[in-house]
């Protein structure tokens, strides 16, 4: 039985390290190239699982190169992938990722691929019934909001991951109880003015357990019902950005399922992603439990 079971996006990433961004029909060379596995649900189940959690991912896969590649990159770090369906003759969802050394940002283009939608099967449901969370982020959606309803029907927790305004997104938000939106959500679907207003609103509307807004840098707050409490972003020399929301998530997931309370999971997850910035690779570079404890603890702050 896996403790943490993730719906979403799952990305065929190849990493381009830049000096900076090239003008305009113009050639760069790279100071560095790599392929990585990528998407935000996929992400943060490697991150829980190198946080010492069991996870399995549940999605359709292509038997592409892309698709090999990301089976092969979820078994490498020891995610379960016997509850994925592999698809004969589709393109994989693929992106191409900028990393900027002198802005320490990133730049995507994507293409989302021809995989048909997931369409879960009696065995996916039952790993979701026995799993203490699921995590979601907004991509197969109608699979998604389907698991929703069951897991919280079988008493499993779900997370999710709002980083993007899709359509129909509040059929989700209302089956979730743990709500992790960007700022930029949280203001969009909202009209709210201010990220302590937009999570209040959030809140009302939906009645999940807690919201917590991320702000990058700012680090992010916290929101249940009685208060509104900021929590920090930890120190790091950025090298790469990218994934890093995509691991605080996974990372939030680990600690709930570790039995921390929201504020604790809050710090967790921030440490756990100016960790992984320090290295490229957003699952490759994602810190073990121990050294993150290490690292909150010279940060003055213990478990």
């Not at 026995?130 to 982020?137: G, I, K, Y």
């Not at 917590?212 to 972003?233: A, E, F, H, M, S």
């Not at 709930?256 to 570079?285: I, P, Q, W």
């Amino acid at each position: 039985m896996n403790t943490i079971v993730g719906i979403g996006a799952c990305v065929m990433d190849t990493l381009f390290n830049v000096p900076t961004y090239p003008a305009e029909d113009t050639k760069m060379r790279a100071t560095g190239s790599k392929p990585a596995g990528g998407g935000p649900a996929a992400t943060g189940l490697v991150a829980a699982q190198k946080l010492g959690e069991s996870t399995a991912y549940i999605g359709v896969l292509s038997n592409d190169a892309g698709g090999v590649f990301l089976k092969q990159d979820f078994e490498k770090y020891g995610v379960d992938t016997s509850l994925i369906h592999v698809k004969n003759g589709h393109r994989s969802f693929s992106s191409v990722i900028w990393l900027c050394a002198d802005s320490s940002s990133r730049t995507c283009v994507f293409d989302r691929g021809d995989l048909p939608p997931l369409t879960l099967t009696g065995a996916q449901k039952q790993a979701i019934a026995q799993a203490d969370l699921l995590m979601v982020d907004g991509n197969e959606m109608d699979a998604a909001v389907e698991a929703a309803q069951f897991a919280r029907e079988n008493n499993t927790k779900v997370l999710y991951d709002c980083g993007g305004l899709y359509d129909g997104v509040e059929r989700l938000l209302k089956h979730t109880d743990i709500m992790i939106p960007s700022e930029e959500f949280a203001l969009g679907h909202t009209g709210c003015k201010s990220a302590e207003e937009a999570a209040q609103a959030l809140f009302e509307k939906y009645h999940p357990e807690v919201v917590v807004i991320t702000q990058g840098k700012r680090g992010g707050l916290l929101y249940d019902g009685k208060r509104c409490v900021q929590y920090p972003i930890y120190p790091a020399v950025v090298v790469d950005s990218n994934g890093s929301g995509d691991v605080f998530h996974g990372a939030f997931a680990a600690a709930v399922v570790k039995g921390y309370d929201y504020l604790k999971c809050c710090h967790f997850s921030s440490a756990v992603s100016a960790l992984k910035c320090t290295g490229v690779g957003a699952r490759e570079s994602v810190p073990d439990f121990e050294t993150v404890k290490s690292y909150m603890k010279e940060n003055g702050y213990e478990l």
